[in-house]
């Protein structure tokens, strides 16, 4: 909540907008892309934490290893998605360096490497063997997308982040590290409400990486039991990107070329009609 009190002050330090003008864009003013920066704080309070109190740390399944590696995997997206917030990174750029990112933080600590399939409606397990590996890779990538697509509105990415925590807590799944983030989203939402602040790049990228490695790595403990209960978590933000992939390459486009058909969009193109 410090944020929330000092808002002015570390906006003018961290001078990253979302700027007016380009016909995508439905706010009227040039607004402080903080999001990012709110989640990361409480991140990284998190992260100190687990390594260096030592009560607090043994409630966690986390080595030095891992942490440093998370820390540093959570960190890079968010330094890439401020970089694109502030100079907009080419799509295919921005692609890159997320996969290079990714792969080398699943060569280094393979729990957050996909090894099976698991299904509620499939007894068989479905062994990836070699393909663990890419799939694991591909799965990161979907969703970092999906969610940084699903991003558009008001208080839209936020509740349904705040949802996905819900659900880790009543699945006691990294339980106070969802109750810190929970506490951070709200806090964003509370100024985004306002109009004083929208997620960026940098928001939607750091609570996807970390939604999708607090998943994977437990899945991989079997806490998350079924793949399909993972799809099922995440199937919202999953079908926009599908239809958006979908329209673009049926008229002829890139499926990561930027457009006005967007939910959020046709939502508002509705609710105007209406008004």
């Known amino acids: 909540m410090i944020i929330y009190f000092c ?35 409480n991140t990284s309070l998190f992260l100190f934490l687990i390594n260096f109190e030592t009560k607090f740390n043994s409630q966690f399944n ?21 970089y694109d917030d502030k100079f907009d990174l080419k799509a295919s750029y921005k692609l890159f360096f997320i996969t290079i990112i990714i792969s080398l933080s699943i060569f280094y600590i393979d729990v957050i ?26 799965c990161y990538l979907i969703f970092l997308n999906a969610y940084n697509m699903y991003d558009g509105i008001n208080l839209q990415n936020g509740i349904y982040a705040i949802a996905i925590f819900l659900y880790f807590i009543l699945n006691n799944i990294e339980l106070f590290f969802s109750c810190v983030l929970i506490l951070a989203l709200i806090n964003f ?4 409400y306002r109009n004083q602040t929208f997620m960026g790049d ?15 790595y437990n899945y991989n403990l079997n806490k998350i039991v079924y793949a399909d209960e993972i799809f099922l978590l995440m199937i919202i933000p999953g079908l926009e990107i599908i239809r958006l992939f979908a329209l673009r ?20 193109k509705e609710y105007s009609l209406i008004k």
Do not use: C
């Not at 996807?208 to 994977?216: A, H, K, L, P, Q």
């Open 7 to 41: 808002f002015d002050y570390i906006n003018s330090i961290i001078n990253i907008y979302d700027e007016i003008g380009d016909d995508r864009k439905i706010h009227k003013k040039r607004t402080p892309l903080l999001g990012g920066f709110i989640i990361l704080i």
């Open 62 to 82: 986390l080595n030095l290893q891992y942490t440093i590696i998370f820390t540093m995997m959570f960190l890079l997206h968010f330094i890439l998605g401020a």
């Open 113 to 138: 490497a996909i090894k099976e399939i698991r299904l509620s409606f499939y007894d068989p397990v479905i062994n990836l063997n070699y393909l663990s590996y890419f799939f694991s890779i591909f």
């Open 189 to 192: 939402l509370i100024l985004n």
């Open 202 to 216: 940098s928001g939607t990228m750091l609570i996807s990486i970390i939604v999708s490695t607090i998943t994977i």
């Open 249 to 268: 390459l049926i008229e002829g486009n890139s499926p990561f070329k930027p457009d006005r058909n967007h939910l959020h969009h046709l939502l508002i």
